[in-house]
T-cell receptor, first 118, second 115 residues
C-alpha cells in the first residue's frame, strides 16, 4: 500500500511558539491530503483538506489563521500551528488517498505527530 | 449529513474468545465506502478493509471477518480466536462516493484482549 510519513513524530513546545508538522507521500503523488486531530481517547476529527496548488479547505470551527496549511508539492503538505497554546496539545494525523484503481478510495494515514504545548 | 456510530466504547475479552465490533452508519448517498481501521497504542492507523455500497458480500481475511448489511446500515467486524496483539482501538469510517472525499469516523471501540 501507499506510504505516508510525518515529521516530527512528537514535539514539545512552549506556549506562544509556532510548530510545523510535515506530511509526505513517499511512493506516490498526492494532490490532496487531509489533516485530522485526535484528542486523548477520542475519535479523529477532520481539520482541513490540503490541496496542491490552491488554498486549503477548513472544516467548520477550525481557525484557518491558527492552523496554516501549505501544500508545497505533490508529495508534501505542512501544517503550522501558530501561537500554540496548551489546548492545542493533541495527536495530529495526515492522510492521502491512493492513486490507482481501487486504492483511490482508500485513505492512507501517516504515523501521526504528538504535540504537547507547555 | 453523514454519521457513524460505534455503540461499544470498550470491550474486554479473554484470549481465544470471538468478539464482534458493531458499526452503524447514516448517509443519504447511494454510493459510499465503509472502512475499518485499527489504531494500536503506537497511534498509527492501520487500514483493515474497504467495502463499497454496491458490494454486500461478506469478507473473511484470516481471523477477521466483516458483515455488511445495507438493510440495517451496519458494517460489523468480527475477530475470531482473539489474541493479545489484537488489543487496540478500532474505528469504523464512512466516505462519500466522490473521489478523495473526507472520512467520517465513529467514536472508536477500545478492545482489550487479556491473556
Amino acid at each position: 500500500g501507499a506510504v505516508v510519513s510525518q515529521h516530527p513524530s512528537w514535539v514539545i513546545c512552549k506556549s506562544g511558539t509556532s510548530v510545523k508538522i510535515e506530511c509526505r507521500s513517499l511512493d506516490f503523488q498526492a494532490t490532496t491530503m487531509f489533516w485530522y486531530r485526535q484528542f486523548p481517547k477520542q475519535s479523529l476529527m477532520l481539520m482541513a483538506t490540503s490541496n496542491e496548488g490552491s488554498k486549503a479547505t477548513y472544516e467548520q470551527g477550525v481557525e484557518k489563521d491558527k492552523f496554516l496549511i501549505n501544500h508545497a508539492s505533490l508529495t508534501l503538505s505542512t501544517l503550522t500551528v501558530t501561537s500554540a497554546h496548551p489546548e492545542d496539545s493533541s495527536f495530529y494525523i495526515c492522510s492521502a488517498p491512493g492513486t490507482s484503481g481501487r486504492s483511490q478510495e482508500t485513505q492512507y494515514f501517516g504515523p501521526g505527530t504528538r504535540l504537547l504545548v507547555l | 449529513a453523514q454519521k457513524v456510530t460505534q455503540a461499544q466504547t470498550e470491550i474486554s475479552v479473554v484470549e481465544k474468545e470471538d468478539v464482534t465490533l458493531d458499526c452503524v452508519y447514516e448517509t443519504r448517498d447511494t454510493t459510499y465506502y465503509l472502512f475499518w481501521y485499527k489504531q494500536p497504542p503506537s497511534g498509527e492507523l492501520v487500514f483493515l478493509i474497504r467495502r463499497n455500497s454496491f458490494d454486500e458480500q461478506n469478507e473473511i481475511s484470516g481471523r477477521y471477518s466483516w458483515n455488511f448489511q445495507k438493510s440495517t446500515s451496519s458494517f460489523n467486524f468480527t475477530i475470531t480466536a482473539s489474541q493479545v496483539v489484537d488489543s487496540a482501538v478500532y474505528f469504523c469510517a464512512l466516505k462519500r462516493g466522490t473521489s478523495y472525499g473526507k472520512l467520517t469516523f465513529g467514536q472508536g471501540t477500545i478492545l482489550t484482549v487479556h491473556p
